[in-house]
């Protein structure tokens, strides 16, 4: 299986989601199980058929996060040498050329991604575009709204 790339807090961030699900959520959802098979007839109890497929989605993402966690390949660029080239776990600062509109992303795993608070998918055309590239490189980037030329202004190890 391939290696599943993370900066250390979205390690943490799942391996604290993880620890909710087990000790947390899933023992809530069997009392609710078993609250709900007191109510009898389970073939037409809704609040027992609601707390098994609650059941089923907690043990799914359990699963899914320990099968991560397993393949996973923990990144820190804190402890790198800032070389001035984009990687996996850099924060980029970057100007577009055409409206001088600046903006600086952490480029993340795929977990951690949250465009909010703009952090991207090392995946996302954006990231693909500027991983390689150094500061003060040109970037032509492919949009919704077409090619758009940026400059890497800023290049952090964070």
Known sequence: MQSIPMTVRGADLLRKEL??????????IIADIAVAR???DLKENAEYHAAREQQGFCEGRIQEIEAKLSNVQIIDV?????????????TVTIVNVDTDAEVKYRIVGDDEADIKNNLISVNSPI???????????????QTPKG??????IEVEYL
């Open 19 to 28: 620890n909710e699900l087990k000790t947390v959520t899933r023992p809530k």
């Open 38 to 40: 007191e109510h009898g």
């Open 147 to 152: 090619i758009v030329e940026y400059e890497i």
């Open 78 to 90: 804190t402890k790198m040498p800032n070389t001035g080239k984009v990687i996996f776990g850099t």
């Open 127 to 141: 990231a693909r575009g500027l991983i390689g590239k150094q500061v003060d490189d040109a970037v032509s980037i």
